[in-house]
């Protein structure tokens, strides 16, 4: 559909993400269509519910503006010491991509 539908659907999950979480929450844009959030003490349940929602959300927003535009998320939930970033980023991707092979609009969720 072109690079300005593209950008649309970016501009539509950057404020839709913004927009379901708190502001003690982190997101950021790791490239091209990949987005990650940090959800600040939030515990396994918690994390699940708010993806859930985002998810929806996403769903109906992406809906509205495009058709067939579906969301894949990859969550790890850390109860301690996890390692480096690019460890959590690599099981977060993995996670991801796990989730797309399962069909689309799909998660995978860890918990370490």
């Not at 649309?8 to 982190?26: F, G, K, P, Q």
């Not at 349940?45 to 058709?67: C, N, P, T």
């Not at 969550?75 to 977060?92: K, N, P, Q």
Request: net charge negative; proline share 0%; aromatic share 4%.
């Amino acid at each position: 559909f072109g690079h300005e539908a593209g950008d649309d659907v970016l501009r539509t999950v950057a404020t839709t993400i913004r927009d379901s979480i708190r502001s003690t929450d982190l997101l950021a844009r790791l490239g091209g269509d990949e987005f990650a959030v940090l959800l600040v003490g939030a515990d396994e349940a918690q994390a699940r519910v708010v993806m859930d929602d985002l998810r929806r959300q996403l769903r109906e927003r992406l809906g509205r503006l495009r058709e067939n535009v579906t969301v894949s998320i990859g969550t790890v939930s850390l109860r301690s010491d996890f390692g480096s970033v690019d460890e959590i980023m690599a099981e977060v991707d993995r996670l991801m991509y796990e989730a797309k092979e399962r069909g689309k609009n799909a998660s995978g969720h860890l918990v370490k």
